[in-house]
């Protein structure tokens, strides 16, 4: 048992080391958790529970399991029909329009709390009856969530009847496979009947980890967020949304759960009223939300918003010239401007082969863009240039782990962790990790292999 002192104090280090504010009906399984919490991890009392919490490294498994044990993982396959109605009538089409018209067949899509997959696979299935072309199509699909458990249950893409009550006969025929019989059944998607790039990973929404090429959640069209909101303080609600705001392509859109409680007036995002449903568009013409201190010495962070230099600007003096190029990939990187990040990169690499950060930021473009090969030779290249390169290491494993290659993805995140572990937790990982701190990379990698942990 605890008692109101101990639950004062739990709820305060949760709301510290993962930006989760509790409510008080969710104290119940607080109270649960921490019971079984004692007992798996020989704990004596709540006051010893909450020492370790306060003192826990990113993976210790404590921390996990506390995760696991207060979020609310409960999802389902289109979930709120009006939504649904709108995203399938009205936004996606007018997307693929667009894009279409521009000759620009591809699109990116992120749920954000995306709790067991069934959002975003949701949006793929969508994404598929909408477009005849798909296969012709780069759809990528991101899918975040805090809930390692959770992630672990949207990689395997299996689920119980409970899930799959949005979910028509026809369409269960078509894109589903039934895994066992009776109250244990399962069902599997057919993923393999839906092109598509798609990667859950680990992403805390209360930290400021994005937007950022690094983590894929640049430029995106449309960002779900749904029924996560209750989990924070207001003012964690708009610093979301504010990075949401800069996440978002020019034109993209956001739609946040019908019954979450958002702030007006978030700068760079308008709400748009329908008639059965509201969401938010990018607006580009608002004043840009105010970007995060510069993290990096001499570097501006790096938003989407944030302009390349100029073609008009004055050239750079030889001696800045990779530097200015290296920033400009990274830039224009950060802006979803692909294309023309991949060629300021291949400019970087041509006039100086041997730095290491020309290669990665090829590497990030091509991963980026779905070219896996390109994104493998560059990678390669870092770690020969650098094999101190903690994040190489880490994309290697991501990208490696996304070819199905679990035990080399798992090689290259040990690798990455025992290169993090000689550096200072407080130091920026170099100049291209976004303002990402080592101890910071510590806990992604660490959530990547329990992710792996298969
Ligand atoms: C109720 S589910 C919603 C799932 C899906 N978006 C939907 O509407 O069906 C809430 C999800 O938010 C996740 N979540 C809670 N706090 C989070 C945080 N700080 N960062 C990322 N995800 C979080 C939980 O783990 C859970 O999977």
Redesign the pocket.
Known sequence: MIDAECEAALCGLIAER???ALQPHQLGRLHACCAEAFERFAVEDCGELCARLRSAPADDPVLAYL?RGV??????FF??ARQMALLERELLPALIARRRAAGNLTLRLW??????G??LYTLLLLLHRLLPDAPAWNLHLLG????VN?LHHAMEGCYREWSMRGVDEALRAAAFERLGEGVGARWRLRRERFPAQLRFQY?????ADYPSVFTGTIGQDLI?????F???ERPTVRAILERFARALADDGALIV?ACDHVPDGVPGLRLVAGEEAFHFRRDAAAAPPEAPPATLAGLPYVSPLVPPPPPSAPPAKASDTLGTLLREAHALAGEGRLEEAEAAARRAVAHDDMAPDGHFLLALVALERDQPRIAEGALRRVLLLDREHALGHYQLGVLRHQQGRAAAAAQALQRAREIIARRDPAAAVGEYGDGMTYGHLAELVSHQLELFDE
């Open positions: 993962l930006g989760i995760v979020t609310v993982c409960e999802s389902h979930r709120d749920s954000a709390g995306c709790s067991e069934q959002e975040t969530d805090i809930n959770a992403l805390n929404l209360a930290e779900l967020c749904r029924n996560v209750i989990y924070f759960g």
